[in-house]
Antibody, heavy 121, light 106 residues
Framework: EVQLVEFGGGLIQPGGSLRLSCAAS????????MSWVRQAPGKGLEWVSV???????YYADSVTGRFTISRDNSKNTLYLQMNSLRAEDTAVYYC???????????????WGQGTPVTVSS | DIQMTQSPSSLSASVGDRVTITCRAS??????LNWYQQKPGKAPKLLVY???SLQSGVPSRFSGSGSGTDFTLTISSLQPEDFATYYC????????FGQGTKVEMK
């Protein structure tokens, strides 16, 4: 059974750093594309980042240069290192597995339960 | 960046109603369009991928259509468990979501 469990969220001051983890079971993280998606309180979904199976990474403009997506193959875990945090980064952060079909068609088929991040002084 | 605009932002409907949600892209996304359902306090759930392919386990009352810039999610007969927020998402260039459509009980 595929499962994703995020942890590492919490309250952090503006300018601070936080690392989110997403532990996967039922599939191999390094063989898949994996994404982070966030949702600010009362708002819609915002795609944050993706890591491809070949290691390439991509980011939303809003987090480029501040966030880093990575994975630990030995732990089958996905990470999101968040630096220089701002109030507008406050959100629930979800990790999700990406299924890739032809061309650019991909979709998020399994999601974790989310971990909340609050950036406030 | 490709912008995704959903309409309406919210709608009120009754059990048994036919519900249609529209998603418009700021430029063509070909057929790289997915739909998700989200209930309060829960993670989103994939409903439809590639415009019209139903994810395994999703009831057949859900259907998707469209191409290029204009897409539609239809619920043929609304059920109590369908009251939720629905999001479209494109994967043609980077990945972006629509702002969501909340389906509420009339």
């Amino acid at each position: 059974e595929v499962q994703l469990v995020e942890f590492g969220g919490g309250l952090i001051q503006p300018g601070g750093s936080l690392r989110l983890s997403c532990a996967a079971s039922g599939f191999i993280v390094s063989s898949n594309y994996m994404s982070w998606v966030r949702q600010a309180p009362g708002k819609g979904l915002e795609w944050v980042s993706v890591i491809y199976s070949d290691g390439r990474t991509y980011y939303a403009d809003s987090v480029t240069g501040r966030f880093t997506i990575s994975r630990d193959n030995s732990k089958n875990t996905l990470y999101l290192q968040m630096n220089s945090l701002r109030a507008e980064d406050t959100a629930v952060y979800y990790c999700a597995r990406v299924v890739v079909l032809i061309g650019s068609l991909d979709y998020l088929d399994y999601w974790g339960q989310g971990t909340p991040v609050t950036v406030s002084s | 960046d490709i912008q995704m605009t959903q309409s309406p932002s919210s709608l009120s409907a009754s059990v048994g109603d036919r519900v249609t949600i529209t998603c418009r892209a700021s430029q063509s996304v070909s057929s790289y369009l997915n739909w998700y359902q989200q209930k309060p306090g829960k993670a989103p759930k994939l409903l439809v991928y590639g415009v019209s392919s139903l994810q395994s386990g999703v009831p057949s009352r859900f259907s998707g259509s469209g191409s290029g810039t204009d897409f539609t999610l239809t619920i043929s007969s609304l059920q109590p468990e369908d009251f939720a927020t629905y999001y479209c998402q494109q994967s043609y260039s980077a990945r972006t979501f629509g702002q969501g459509t909340k389906v509420e009980m009339k």
